[in-house]
């Protein structure tokens, strides 16, 4: 596609229900991204896919989080159990060149702003 | 922790001034770069410096790097409302898995018509 596209674009659940989050990369970008920003904070990192691997899943906060890429293309982040703390904008993007090939540069998708009541 | 710590946190000018905002990090980087976020949307990238680069310009934008002072600056220049928007640095760090790209705080820019 010719950009980043997040679904859904807003997400209201209760305490204790699962979330799917989806990211639709840029065809042909090797390397997803998934970062979580909180309202007026920069961007933590979570998870990092090079293809279908996730060599990088060091930012994950807790066991609840979890992530797939498959065909290389479309990734799935999954919060179960979710809780208020998980309120935040999750921001997907998808680079050309990933992190082993030099300069890294992202384009971001336009994010899921979950809510947790 | 946070790699790229900006300042100021925000920052509130006329249109027609110039607007500058610095980045500070810990560790060495292959590259840094400077991202913009319009509120309610993702980021978009504006520029990359590299480690072995001093000064970048694109269009209105400046960007410096001291790699001794471990610091970075964005200069916006003749600004308008229309650069009303977060201003992020990221830095592009050497790890053993690769690169790594970490954000910082971001520096709220308002820019008064």
């Known amino acids: 596609g010719a950009g980043v596209s997040q679904s859904p674009s807003n997400k209201v659940t209760e305490k204790g229900k699962d979330v799917e989050l989806r990211c639709d990369p840029i065809?042909?970008?090797?390397?997803l991204y998934w970062y979580r920003q909180s309202l007026g904070q920069g961007l933590e990192f979570l998870i990092y896919?090079?293809?279908?691997?996730?060599?990088?899943k060091s930012g994950l906060p807790s066991d609840r989080f979890s992530a797939e890429r498959t065909g290389g293309s479309v990734s799935t982040l999954t919060i179960q159990r979710t809780q208020q703390e998980d309120s935040a904008v999750y921001l997907c993007?998808?680079?050309?060149?990933?992190?082993?090939?030099?300069?890294?540069?992202?384009?971001f998708g336009a994010g899921s702003r979950l809510t947790v009541l | 922790s946070q790699q790229g710590e900006e300042d100021p946190q925000a920052l509130s000018i006329q249109e027609g001034e110039n607007a500058t905002m610095n980045c500070s990090y810990k560790?060495?980087?292959?590259?840094l770069q400077w991202y913009r976020q319009n509120s309610g949307r993702g980021l978009v990238h504006l520029i990359l410096?590299?480690?072995?680069?001093r000064e970048k310009h694109s269009g209105r934008l400046r960007v410096t790097l001291d790699t001794s002072k471990k610091s970075s600056s964005l200069l916006i220049t003749a600004s308008r409302a229309a650069d009303t928007a977060s201003y992020f640095c990221?830095?592009?760090?050497?790890?053993?898995?690769?690169?790594?790209?970490?954000f910082g705080e971001g520096t709220q820019l308002t820019v008064n018509p």
């Open positions: 560790t060495s980087i292959n590259n």
């Open positions: 896919f090079q293809g279908n691997s996730a060599p990088d």
């Open positions: 410096i590299r480690s072995n680069e």
């Open positions: 993007a998808s680079s050309r060149q990933g992190r082993l090939s030099g300069a890294n540069v992202l384009t």
């Open positions: 065809s042909g970008h090797t390397a």
């Open positions: 990221a830095t592009d760090v050497a790890e053993t898995s690769g690169s790594r790209l970490t």
